[in-house]
C-alpha cells in the first residue's frame, strides 16, 4: 500500500514557476514507477510526466516538454514536478500517481495509488 500526499501548488503568474512535490508512504517507493497527471474543469484528467523507479527514464506530454521536468528522490520517497513558463492553460488540479510496472504509462487507468491533488492555478 502507498499512500501519497502532493504539495507546492498555488497561484502563479503567466510565465513563473512551481515546484510540486509528492510524498510517498511506504518501504517500496523506489520500485514504483511514477507520474504527474492533471484535470482541468470540464476535461479529462491527462498524463503530464513519469519517471521510472530509477530515474533513468523519462516520458512527457507534448504541451509540457521542454518546460517541466519530473524527477525523485528514492531516499526522501518523494517525487517532483518543477513547472517552467507556465500558462494560463496549465491551469489544473495536479495528481501525483504510481504503479508497479512500467507498461501503459500514459494511462491513467494503469495506476494503482493516487494523492488528492493539488491546484495550481496560472493567471495571465
Known amino acids: 500500500q502507498v499512500q501519497l500526499v502532493e504539495s507546492g501548488g498555488g497561484l502563479v503568474q503567466a510565465g513563473g514557476s512551481l515546484r510540486l512535490s509528492c510524498a510517498a508512504s511506504?518501504?517500496?517507493?523506489?520500485?514504483?514507477?511514477m507520474a504527474w497527471f492533471r484535470q482541468a474543469p470540464g476535461k479529462e484528467r491527462e498524463f503530464q510526466a513519469v519517471i521510472s523507479w530509477s530515474g533513468g527514464t523519462t516520458y512527457y506530454a507534448d504541451s509540457v516538454k521542454g518546460r517541466f521536468t519530473i524527477s525523485r528522490d528514492n531516499a526522501k520517497n518523494t517525487v517532483y514536478l518543477q513547472m517552467n513558463s507556465l500558462k494560463p492553460d496549465d491551469t489544473a488540479v495536479y495528481y501525483c500517481?504510481?504503479?508497479?510496472?512500467?507498461?501503459?504509462?500514459?494511462?491513467?487507468?494503469?495506476?494503482?495509488?493516487w494523492g488528492q491533488g493539488t491546484q495550481v492555478t496560472v493567471s495571465s
Open positions: 511506504g518501504r517500496t517507493f523506489f520500485s514504483y514507477t
Open positions: 500517481a504510481a504503479k508497479g510496472r512500467w507498461d501503459s504509462v500514459r494511462s491513467s487507468q494503469q495506476y494503482d495509488y
